[in-house]
């Protein structure tokens, strides 16, 4: 099959991540935006090893090394996630400016909603 | 139908017998059912008695970190079974044995770190 | 391979997958019924009940299937057919003779490991799609213990695939001696106990515990969808099952006959372990919450570790 | 075209629409399944590609354990059931912009470097287990053993994550 195929696909679900993190507010979704990022760089992995007939593999067995990597990387986002949850009641990552350093209007964002 | 792709090829008719099987089945119920509706046969039905609040009990985050416990393990599976095919063969032996109980012992002090925490307690 | 061949094979996981579980079912209310002093069904068919599942299967069709008018419709019916389906792709890898199964992955191990997986996604539809607090609450409890048990399950069959160094299945019933009785106990022993737990059988039915929680994730269902999710948990034991008997027994080995009569082995073994979690149903209380998390962590999976390592250092030396 | 060029592109179509669905849904759960189907047909994709245990590996760690966890934590952040408003931020225009010049600038730059280039799916070693069982304990084991520390590192975090106040703050019962 043609090695474009897979290539276009990889771009199209990155494009697709690069929006999803910009476009949406809600942190879980953010993360799965990610996800799909993650699984466009693997589509490619796995697409120039069959193409190049790696001897090594090393294009699969790098695309395992991300999936472990992304499993840590979801577990933790999850857990901050749910933390900040329980902590102000809110996962909107525009409204999260706690750490911000100018705007001191808007620090009344973070105040947990009763 | 042979070799690699006539296997997967397999698996997929499968498949796409079984969502034949599921929407032949439901199809059937469609046409085979009564449909007597009322307002009071809608509301759910929980557990008898008519429904307070919403479905938003509290839950608790402990199921989330025993989720994510499972996670950190099952991405050893990603490495357990390719290593079970090779590891007792010429070339790899011991060392490979090592390398995986060093892996697995990293893991193990996971799960201890999980114990002592009290994490693994359900109170 | 002809196109005849192709269709006989499909049909035959079909059928197989359609009929074998009316059978344990059956088999579940006459030993239940013994056990506890009934006769169970005796009506349906004449001979001792027999069609007394084909009636619930044909009642099923004709029931009306209401649809809570706070639930989310779309989830809410498509939750039985993702519970039910994944079971039905394991049947293609498992062979019934030697080097006689539909089709023999090379991976089929983890095949099976990860289509059974998928299975979790739709008790957890059900439990949100129903706007019900019952069901949401047994819908995570069900997740955390299919997640809890998957591990001890995975790590039990890679101490399998160790000892045969394969992970097709017939490869590892083709490996199998029974000396593998005694060296890999431990580890059938917490597959089949981790397998239980997975289809929320009794002991383990704490998602489904009817004096907390109703009936779980399933409280809100109705009809045929109801009936799916029914065949999904017996489906899921011929799986188990049969799993743990080519896994752990030999599969299609028996004492003569093996390339005639290979699947009358498997089958014999199958519902051997099948009576097996029937009896277990009947005869152990429902583990709390608390005691069933611990179960897993503190008990299964230590051991099922200690049976990974026993297995890796015997292959070694051998 | 060959089979394979047929069957990738298939799964491609579905890959892509349901992939649009994950970041356009107006419901976090609905979205989250939508990326089942996203990952599934991505397997698929795998599949053709002579990659199989990879394609296992992306069902069993992907779809049965990281959806999972995010339904999870799409349950426990108290996801409605029925569409939400505020899922997305107001910089839609500017984002929809971003993706498209990413995905523009990728796929022009990438497809035109490799419009010839041509995968021979059946003259390929399958990627079955023994095969990414030699490849890694061969080659890659160093990647391996820092993986499990990364693991290590990660349960830590999430257990302290998720733990800190138990001590100061009774935790919410079921019962």
């Known amino acids: 099959m043609h090695l474009s195929l897979a290539l276009g696909l990889s771009a199209l679900?990155?494009?697709?991540?690069?929006?999803?993190?910009?476009?949406?507010?809600?942190?879980?979704?953010?993360?799965?935006?990610?996800?799909?990022m993650l699984n466009a760089a693997n589509l490619d992995l796995v697409a120039f090893d069959a193409w190049f007939k790696d001897q090594l593999h090393s294009g699969q067995?790098?695309?395992?090394?991300?999936?472990?990597?992304?499993?840590?990387?979801?577990?933790?986002?999850?857990?901050?996630?749910?933390?900040?949850?329980?902590?102000?009641?809110?996962?909107?990552?525009?409204?999260?400016?706690?750490?911000?350093?100018?705007?001191?209007?808007?620090?009344?964002?973070?105040?947990?909603?009763? | 139908?042979?070799?690699?792709?006539?296997?997967?090829?397999?698996?997929?008719?499968?498949?796409?017998?079984?969502?034949?099987?599921?929407?032949?089945?439901?199809?059937?119920?469609?046409?085979?059912?009564?449909?007597?509706?009322?307002?009071?046969?809608?509301v759910t039905y929980e557990s008898g008695v008519d429904p307070v609040g919403t479905d938003w009990a509290q839950t608790q985050v402990r199921?989330?970190?025993?989720?994510?416990?499972?996670?950190?393990?099952?991405?050893d599976a990603v490495f357990l079974f390719p290593w079970a095919t090779v590891f007792a063969r010429a070339g790899f032996g011991g060392l490979s044995l090592g390398e995986m109980f060093v892996f697995l012992g990293f893991l193990a002090v996971g799960l201890l770190y999980a114990w002592k925490k009290g994490v693994l307690e359900w109170v | 391979m002809t196109a005849l061949e192709v269709a006989a094979k499909l049909v035959g996981c079909l059928l197989v997958f359609l009929t074998v579980p009316l059978l344990v079912g059956q088999l579940e209310h006459k030993a239940m019924a013994h056990m506890q002093s009934r006769l169970g069904p005796m009506y349906a068919g004449g001979f001792h009940g027999w069609a007394q599942l084909v009636a619930d299967g044909v009642k099923f069709v004709q029931k009306e299937s209401v649809v809570p008018s706070n639930a989310d419709r779309q989830v809410f019916n498509l939750a039985p057919a993702v519970a039910l389906l994944p079971?039905?792709?394991?049947l293609i890898a498992i062979p019934v003779g030697p080097g006689d199964s539909a089709h023999d992955l090379s991976v089929g191990v983890f095949f099976a490991l990860a289509v059974v997986s998928v299975g979790v996604i739709g008790v957890l539809m059900a439990g949100w799609s129903s706007a019900n607090k019952y069901s949401l609450l047994g819908g995570l409890r069900a997740g955390a213990q299919l997640m809890a048990y998957e591990l001890p399950l995975v790590l039990a069959a890679a101490s399998v695939a160790m000892a045969a160094g394969t992970l097709s299945l017939d490869g590892i019933a083709h490996a199998w001696h029974w000396w593998w009785l005694p060296y890999q106990g431990v580890g059938a022993f917490v597959f089949f106990t981790a397998a239980l737990a997975e289809l929320r059988r009794p002991p383990f039915d704490m998602p489904v515990a009817d004096s907390e929680i109703v009936f779980g994730p399933f409280t809100e269902y109705t009809g045929l969808r109801f009936g799916l999710f029914i065949l999904s948990e017996?489906?899921?034991?011929?799986?188990?099952?049969?799993?743990?008997?080519?896994?752990?027994?030999?599969?299609?080995?028996?004492?003569?006959?093996?390339?005639?009569?290979?699947?009358?082995?498997?089958?014999?073994?199958?519902?051997?372990?099948?009576?097996?979690?029937?009896?277990?149903?009947?005869?152990?209380?429902?583990?709390r919450e608390d005691q069933l998390q611990k179960f897993a962590?503190?008990?299964?999976?230590?051991?099922?570790?200690?049976?990974?390592?026993?297995?890796?250092?015997?292959?070694?030396?051998? | 075209m060959t089979g394979a060029d047929v069957v990738f592109g298939l799964l491609g179509v579905v890959c892509f629409a349901s992939g649009v669905l994950v970041v356009t849904a107006r419901n976090l759960i609905h979205a989250a399944l939508w990326l089942v189907v996203c990952f599934g047909a991505l397997a698929g994709c795998y599949l053709v590609l002579t990659a199989e245990f990879v394609a296992w590996v992306q069902v069993l760690i992907y779809i049965g354990a990281v959806v999972v966890l995010m339904?999870?934590?799409?349950?426990?952040?108290?996801?409605?059931?029925?569409?939400?408003?505020?899922?997305?931020?107001?910089?839609?225009?500017?984002?929809?912009?971003?993706?498209?010049?990413?995905?523009g600038l990728l796929g022009v730059l990438v497809v035109d470097a490799f419009r010839a280039a041509y995968v021979d799916v059946h003259g390929t070693a399958v990627g079955d287990g023994h095969v990414m069982g030699t490849a890694i304990f061969r080659y890659y084991v160093l990647p391996f053993e820092i993986a499990s520390v990364l693991l290590l590192a990660a349960l830590v975090g999430a257990i302290v994550l998720t733990g800190q106040r138990r001590a100061n703050q009774a935790a919410p019962g079921e019962h």
Do not use: C
């Not at chain 1, 472990?68 to 525009?94: C, K, N, P, Q, Y």
């Not at chain 2, 099987?21 to 509706?37: E, I, M, S, T, Y």
């Not at chain 3, 079971?87 to 394991?90: K, Q, S, W």
């Open chain 3, 297 to 318: 962590w503190a008990a299964l999976v230590p051991l099922a570790l200690g049976q990974v390592a026993v297995t890796g250092v015997v292959e070694v030396l051998r």
């Open chain 1, 13 to 36: 679900l990155f494009g697709l991540g690069v929006y999803g993190v910009l476009a949406r507010r809600n942190a879980v979704a953010v993360l799965m935006a990610v996800e799909l």
């Open chain 1, 61 to 114: 067995v790098f695309a395992l090394f991300v999936i472990v990597v992304a499993a840590a990387e979801v577990g933790v986002g999850l857990a901050i996630v749910l933390s900040v949850f329980r902590l102000r009641d809110t996962i909107a990552v525009d409204r999260l400016r706690m750490l911000a350093d100018r705007d001191p209007v808007r620090v009344g964002d973070t105040e947990p909603v009763p």
């Open chain 2, 1 to 42: 139908m042979h070799g690699y792709f006539g296997g997967y090829a397999l698996v997929g008719l499968l498949g796409l017998l079984g969502v034949g099987f599921v929407a032949f089945g439901l199809g059937a119920n469609r046409f085979l059912r009564p449909w007597r509706n009322s307002g009071d046969k809608l």
């Open chain 3, 234 to 287: 017996y489906a899921g034991i011929v799986v188990f099952s049969a799993l743990t008997s080519v896994l752990f027994l030999g599969g299609w080995k028996g004492p003569f006959l093996e390339h005639q009569l290979g699947w009358l082995w498997l089958l014999i073994k199958t519902f051997a372990l099948s009576f097996v979690v029937i009896w277990l149903r009947v005869s152990y209380p429902r583990l």
């Open chain 2, 63 to 75: 199921y989330y970190v025993y989720a994510f416990l499972y996670v950190v393990f099952a991405v």
């Open chain 3, 87 to 90: 079971y039905l792709f394991v």
């Open chain 4, 71 to 103: 339904l999870f934590g799409a349950m426990l952040t108290r996801t409605p059931i029925g569409p939400v408003q505020d899922l997305d931020s107001g910089n839609r225009p500017v984002a929809a912009l971003a993706g498209l010049a990413t995905a």
